[in-house]
């Protein structure tokens, strides 16, 4: 062997062992989990029969490849009756959708209020089953109706919030009527967009 040849096969040997080195490397990093896609100001709008019934904004999506999403800056649900009017409202400040168990997560200042029967409800975690039309929460809970203030842990209510149980009430009071309130809004107004 000479040694040109000697050289060629020590640097054959050098490359096979520097290509192992880096692959070994690939292989040692971490998958991504990070979102497939993220969308900026996503509006999502369901029909029925080609009549809108939800119309779901938020200020940022993201999509994973499991099927869950987030929106890490909240979202705001509307629904809507046949004549187009808001019958209900949702809202919160982050919310997660779980893909395989078909459940959201909504978390800091959530809110869901019926424009029906003019009850409001307030608290720190909500879940909505979107196929049993149904909202469910362990936490307190708030809830304004037209002269009385509901509290108690847990609560569970169908998705227009016009049927709704608190599971262990803690107290209702009593309203006074104050002539120098202003009126409740018909129609809730979206969050503020950053």
């Known amino acids: 062997m000479n040694i040109i040849s000697g050289r060629f096969l020590v640097l054959g040997f ?18 991504y989990e990070g979102p497939l896609s993220s969308m900026d100001s996503s509006i ?3 029909s029925d029969s080609g009549i809108v019934v939800m119309n779901m904004s938020s200020h940022l999506q993201n999509n994973f490849e499991n099927g869950d999403q987030e ?19 949702f809202s919160a400040n982050y ?34 089953n979107q196929i049993e039309e149904k909202f469910y929460t362990d936490k307190f809970v708030t809830i304004n109706s037209e002269d009385e203030v509901h509290t108690g842990e847990g609560m569970e209510s169908n998705q227009d919030f016009t049927e709704y149980r608190i599971l262990k009430p803690s107290g209702t ?16 107004l979206e969050p503020e967009k950053e």
């Open 173 to 188: 009071f009593t309203l006074e009527d104050d002539p120098n309130r202003p009126p409740n809004r018909e129609i809730p």
């Open 44 to 46: 999502t709008l369901l």
């Open 95 to 128: 919310v997660y959708f779980t893909k395989s168990e078909n459940l959201y997560r909504a978390e800091g200042n959530v809110v869901v209020r019926s424009n029906v029967n003019q009850d409001e409800l307030n608290t720190e975690e909500l879940f909505w």
């Open 14 to 31: 050098w490359l096979i062992l520097i290509a192992c080195n880096q692959r070994k490397d690939l292989i040692d990093q971490s998958l």
């Open 71 to 89: 929106w890490p800056k909240g979202f705001y649900i509307e629904w809507y009756n046949s004549r187009g009017q808001v019958t209900s409202y």
